[in-house]
């Protein structure tokens, strides 16, 4: 928890974005997010009406889950069309550069870490984020049979 915490911790320092879905709802949005708009009520929403994990570039990364890479990366997603997948419906800010799609716990939760920075992640980053999934995966699995 304390390595969760420490990387969290560099969120700030690097204008991340972090996302936590499970089953297809965003649990946790950690960083620097999308602005909402001044016509957008605080109970609306509209910007969470799509599953997470039902697009192309989830699926990809869900079907991905059991290899030795088990993410999507996405380092310059403004020149993707599946961008919209994550950016018009309020997961990450529509300026986000480059974007990794981590899949756990089988299909039932994603984790989405964003940059303004394209090509922001290194071969370590990717493998931190891999190990941070498993300890996540472990509690969201716990509290779900806590229910």
Known sequence: MLLLKFHLSLIY???LQVVVAWRGNPILRQGVLPQRSPATSDDDTSTTTTPLG???IAQVAIDA??????????PNLPTLPGR???TTNGLVPPNTQSLVVLAFGGTRGLLLLGSDRARAFTQSDLATAVLLAEPLDKALAE?????
């Open 65 to 74: 889950a059991d290899s030795p890479n088990p993410y999507t990366y996405l």
């Open 143 to 147: 509290a779900d049979g806590a229910q």
């Open 84 to 86: 919209v997948e994550f």
């Open 13 to 15: 320092a690097f204008n």
């Open 54 to 56: 039902t697009g192309p």
